[in-house]
T-cell receptor, first 111, second 115 residues
């Protein structure tokens, strides 16, 4: 089955700096890669996703890149703000529809 | 409209008891998923419904776990003879269709504690 590795497990940045979280996946059949943000005690919420026919996608301060050959994808957050502090999960899915999640990255943005 | 809802929000039970966890998906969503999230981990897939039928139950850890969705809307996850290791947050998600690339909307979860 699919295996998703996520790094780093914790990330601390100063407000205004950029943050990058990286994930690798094992199943070459995976074709959908969402990123979820989860605040403490809250539900995971989709912040951006990318499909395998696209190499990069951007939404304001958030961008995701995908390298299908290397089987890795990354989340980039620019101009970080304290409200960006949360746990971020990457995930992958293919024809079997279920999402396989990474273990998460705790992002702390220091004012 | 309303998002995915789950009840109860918290459930404390004793080892060996039976529990039921309920999920109300977004109206019109045909696909429904159950995940389990342990502390400090990402959600782990349990079971997926397309309509009323369980299309994939490969994530259920053992036969103490069972889920139903009799009318293709509300789903109930049932756990028999609970064990302390079952303690986790149980998350439900729904999507409009099961396309493999359709956004899954998550509920707030049920925190299950087995004493």
């Amino acid at each position: 089955g699919e295996n998703v590795e996520q790094h780093p497990s914790t990330l601390s940045v100063q407000e205004g700096d950029s943050a990058v979280i990286k994930c690798t996946y094992s199943d070459s059949a995976s074709n959908y890669f969402p990123w979820y943000k989860q605040e403490l005690g809250k539900r995971p919420q989709l912040i951006i996703d990318i499909r395998s026919n696209v190499g990069e996608k951007k939404d304001q301060r958030i961008a995701v890149t995908l390298n299908k050959t290397a089987k890795h994808f990354s989340l980039h957050i620019t101009e970080t703000q304290p409200e960006d502090s949360a746990v971020y999960f990457c995930a992958a899915s293919g024809s079997n529809y279920k999402l396989t999640f990474g273990k998460g990255t705790l992002l702390t943005v220091n004012p | 409209g309303a998002g995915v809802s789950q009840t109860p929000s918290n459930k404390v039970t004793e080892k060996g008891k039976y529990v039921e966890l309920r999920c109300d998906p977004i109206s019109g969503h045909t696909a429904l998923y159950w995940y389990r999230q342990s502390l400090g981990q990402g959600p782990e897939f349990l079971i997926y419904f397309q309509g009323t039928g369980a299309a994939d139950d490969s994530g259920l850890p053992n036969d103490r776990f069972f889920a139903v969705r009799p009318e293709g809307s509300v789903s109930t996850l049932k756990i028999q003879r609970t064990e302390r290791g079952d303690s986790a947050v149980y998350l439900c998600a729904s999507s409009l269709v099961a396309s493999g690339s359709d956004e899954q909307f998550f509920g707030p979860g049920t925190r299950l504690t087995v004493l």
